[in-house]
DNA sequence: GGATAACTTGACGTTAACGTCAACGTGAAC
DNA sequence: GTTCACGTTGACGTTAACGTCAAGTTATCC
C-alpha cells in the first residue's frame, strides 16, 4: 500500500511517478504494489536529495551505485568510482554554496537583532 | 549588455526572465538594460541559491531582505527576523540533508576503493 | 449484497524555469 | 550604405516533477 509510504509525506503519485522512472520496483502482490526494505531505504534517499536540488536523474544515479559497488568486475568499479568522485566534488560544490548563503542569512539577521536593540536604548 | 553577464554562465534570457520575476532590476540606457554592481551581486546570490535548489521565489525573498534590514520600523524589523530565523532553520535542515548524502556517497567510494585495492592483492 | 474505501491504469493539466523563434531597432565597421 | 553583431519585445515551446481527474477492480464492513 502506496500508503504507509505517504508516511513519508510523499503521494501515491509520487510513488508511482517514481516507480516509471525506475526509482523504486515494488513487489507485486495481484496488482497491488508492495513495498519492501529496499523500497522503503530508496525512496528516503530520493527524498532527502530531492530538499537540496538534486533531479530525479541524479537520486537515481546514486541510489543505483549503492547497488552496483558490490561488482566484482575491476573495469566496471574503476567507472564507477570516477563518477563517484564526480558526485562527491559537485556536491562539496554545493555544500560550500549552501554555507556561504547560511552564512550571510544569519549575518543579516544578526544586523537586524543588532538594529532592534538598538531601538530600544 | 546582458552579454557581460552572461560572465556568469547564465543566458540573456535568463536575465530577462530574472528581471520579468522582479529579481533584477537594471537601468535603461535608451531601452538597453545596464547592469550594476547591486543586480550582478543580487544575480551571483541567486545563481548560488539555485544551485542548492532554491527556488526563484526564495531566492527573491532572500535579497530581497537584505534591502529590508536596513529599515529602521521595528515592526518591520520583528517580522523580518522571525522569517529569517525560518530561513535559516530550513538552510539549516537542506545542510544537513546535504551533509547525510555527502557522507554515504563518499562511504560507498571508499567501499569501491577497498573493493580495488582486494582484487590487485 | 450493496456501500465504502483503497488500489489500479490511462490520460490530460499544471507550475517553474527557462529555450527558441520571429520580427524589429541600432550603433559600429568596412 | 549596407552588412553584421548585439539589443529589444512578444509569443509559443519544452522539460521536470508531479497534480488531477476518469473509469474500472478488489477487499471489507455491516
Given at each position: 500500500?502506496?500508503?504507509?509510504?505517504?508516511?513519508?509525506?510523499?503521494?501515491?503519485?509520487?510513488?508511482?511517478?517514481?516507480?516509471?522512472?525506475?526509482?523504486?520496483?515494488p513487489r507485486?502482490?495481484?496488482?497491488?504494489?508492495v513495498y519492501g526494505a529496499r523500497d522503503r531505504a530508496?525512496?528516503?534517499?530520493?527524498?532527502?536529495?530531492?530538499?537540496?536540488?538534486?533531479?530525479?536523474?541524479?537520486?537515481?544515479?546514486?541510489?543505483?551505485?549503492?547497488?552496483?559497488?558490490?561488482?566484482?568486475?575491476?573495469?566496471?568499479?574503476?567507472?564507477?568510482?570516477?563518477?563517484?568522485?564526480?558526485?562527491?566534488?559537485?556536491?562539496?560544490?554545493?555544500?560550500?554554496?549552501?554555507?556561504?548563503?547560511?552564512?550571510?542569512?544569519?549575518?543579516?539577521?544578526?544586523?537586524?537583532?543588532?538594529?532592534?536593540?538598538?531601538?530600544?536604548?
Open positions: 500500500m502506496g500508503e504507509l509510504a505517504a508516511d513519508l509525506g510523499v503521494t501515491t503519485r509520487t510513488l508511482r511517478h517514481y516507480e516509471a522512472e525506475g526509482l523504486l520496483t507485486r502482490v495481484g496488482q497491488n504494489r530508496r525512496l528516503r534517499l530520493i527524498l532527502r536529495g530531492r530538499r537540496f536540488g538534486m533531479t530525479l536523474a541524479e537520486c537515481r544515479e546514486i541510489v543505483d551505485m549503492y547497488d552496483g559497488a558490490a561488482s566484482s568486475e575491476e573495469r566496471q568499479l574503476t567507472i564507477l568510482l570516477d563518477r563517484l568522485d564526480e558526485i562527491v566534488a559537485d556536491l562539496r560544490h554545493r555544500q560550500e554554496d549552501l554555507r556561504r548563503t547560511l552564512s550571510e542569512v544569519t549575518d543579516v539577521a544578526e544586523q537586524c537583532r543588532a538594529r532592534l536593540a538598538e531601538l530600544h536604548t
